[in-house]
């Protein structure tokens, strides 16, 4: 296959490149086709929300929940944010996108809220979004829209682009803080994490990536980077969640260590808001 690849590449000349690797052919294809598809999936309602619990230890129930976005895609099926979402970033898309995340996500927590359920529900926001001019206003807007409480709404940032240009956004995030809403780092420990530029973010909780989650407890110089996080985060009046907690042993070890909260497919995969309801009675977390 690979001869009559190189084969049909000496014979095509100048196209020769989309014929001389087929997986980079095939990928090549599919992210025109993603590019394409995406401002349909904005303006045709094949963009949807699912959300991930997120596990207070102390509590020892679900009062908060990531919202995730998924793309039911009419040929291809439903396509992972991992996937698009970097695509969308490389133009205005990834605007509206955010745009409709936050919508969507503040019209579910308040229905939540009106059912009685107190679950702060947290958006992931784009290096994009948080130079767009408009944020501040949209955030506001959704928030009276849906008469949201402030306090049930979070913002989850990553670290790597923030601080990177720590002064460029102290603005805008202390503005968003203003609003009453929360913030928190994602992917904590990937990037260019340091305390002091967790002291000079006006932040309220930490999110220690997967990777740092995957061996613990086990690999040694994992667990310590964990306790680290989680004891220099509380020094500095953060809250911690751990992601990707996938076995019980983890959420052991987390517990020892006075993590706040834990997130991962353990207690529960991304699903519906009514996922959210059945896991949100107290009766049936386990004490
Ligand atoms: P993230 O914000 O770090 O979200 C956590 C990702 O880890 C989710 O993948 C989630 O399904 C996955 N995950 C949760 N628990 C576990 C676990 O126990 N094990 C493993 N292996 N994975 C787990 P997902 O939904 O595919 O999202 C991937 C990334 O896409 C997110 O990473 C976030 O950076 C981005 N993303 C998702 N939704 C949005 C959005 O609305 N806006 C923006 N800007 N980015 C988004
Ligand atoms: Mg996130
Ligand atoms: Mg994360
Ligand atoms: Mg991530």
Not at 30 to 39: F, I, P, V, Y
Not at 170 to 199: N, W
Request: aromatic share 8%; net charge negative; proline share 5%.
């Amino acid at each position: 296959n690979a001869d009559l690849a190189m084969y049909e590449a000496k014979m095509n000349g100048r196209n020769a490149v989309y014929f001389f690797d087929p997986d980079i052919n095939a990928r090549h294809q599919r992210r025109h086709l993603l590019e394409e598809g995406l401002r349909e999936a904005i303006a045709g309602a094949q963009l949807f929300l699912q959300y991930q619990p997120r596990f207070d230890i102390c509590a020892k129930q679900v009062l908060a929940a990531e919202a995730l976005v998924r793309w039911n895609h009419p040929k291809q099926g439903v396509i992972s944010p991992g996937e698009f979402i970097p695509i969308a970033e490389e133009s205005e898309l990834i605007v509206e996108i955010g745009r409709f995340v936050l919508n969507e996500a503040c019209c579910e927590a308040a229905a939540l809220y009106r059912d009685g359920y107190e679950i702060l529900i947290s958006v992931n926001l784009s290096p994009r979004q948080l130079r767009d001019r408009d944020l501040l206003r949209d955030i506001h807007d959704a928030l009276s829209r849906y008469d949201l409480p402030p306090r049930l709404l979070e913002f989850e940032i990553t670290e790597t682009y923030v601080m990177e240009n720590i002064e460029q956004f102290i603005p805008i995030l202390t503005q968003i803080r203003e609003l009453g809403v929360r913030l928190a780092v994602d992917d904590f420990g990937t990037g260019y994490s340091s305390l002091m530029y967790l002291k000079k973010l006006p932040v309220n909780t930490v999110k220690i990536d997967h990777s740092f989650i995957h061996d613990v407890p086990g690999d040694v110089d994992d667990e310590n980077l964990v306790r680290a996080i989680i004891s220099m985060s509380h020094n500095l009046r953060l809250r911690v969640v751990a992601e990707g907690v996938e076995t019980a042993e983890q959420l052991q070890f987390l517990r020892e260590l006075h993590c706040d909260e834990i997130q991962g497919f353990l207690l529960g995969r991304p699903g519906s808001t009514d996922q959210l309801r059945r896991l949100s009675r107290p009766s049936l977390i386990a004490p």
